[in-house]
């Protein structure tokens, strides 16, 4: 088994390709080991001294390590973690377990502009930002102003402010006029 590595624009996160799929469908944000019991790779991940989170996506883990932690030191572990994981047969996630499909629910009669705003993150924003080894996924929109949530490479990452301001905001306003601003929300 080969593991190609990529590094993010967040330089406390690597993105991990083992070459097979990791998730059928959806992602699986895991920011804290208390997080990682819905997934057999996650606990291994976070068995490594020094992460302190483990995105999944399709084709794709990213891990993210502490400030104090070399990865020079922590990428073989982290590598010797992920290659065990898929030599010994364990599903990725637990029967039973949530993957999360993206986009959170909205009621009310906004309907239409947060479907459009769905259907431009799904086809501009999130392929670009799975690059890079995160997603990004809507949370709400009330009074012009949407939310969107950050994970793997994308949560705490420098420059994912300029992305939301620069980028996603930008975009969102030119194609849905009733769109006046984006915020990041944790979740």
């Not at 402010?161 to 929300?185: D, S």
């Amino acid at each position: 088994m080969f593991i190609q590595t990529e590094s993010t624009p967040n330089p406390a996160t690597l993105k991990f390709m083992p070459g097979q799929t990791v998730l059928d469908m959806g992602t699986a944000d895991f920011p804290s080991p208390e997080a990682a019991g819905a997934s057999p790779l996650a606990k291994r991940l976070f068995a490594v001294d020094g992460v302190t989170g483990v995105f999944f996506g399709n084709d794709f883990v990213t891990v993210t390590k502490t400030d104090s932690t070399d990865w020079d030191h922590m990428k073989p572990a982290v590598l010797g973690a992920i290659m065990e994981h898929f030599q010994s047969g364990q599903p990725v996630m637990s029967d039973g377990a949530a993957q999360a499909g993206g986009h959170a629910a909205h009621e009310g009669e906004d309907g239409e502009i947060v479907g459009q705003i769905k259907e431009l993150l799904d086809s501009r924003v999130r392929p670009a930002v799975a690059q890079d080894g995160g997603d990004i996924t809507f949370h709400g929109f009330d009074r012009g102003v949407v939310y969107l949530h950050m994970q793997g490479a994308c949560a705490g990452c420098p420059s994912s402010t300029l992305t939301l301001k620069m980028g996603i905001e930008n975009l969102l306003r030119h194609y849905i006029p009733e769109v006046t601003e984006v915020r990041p929300v944790a979740v």
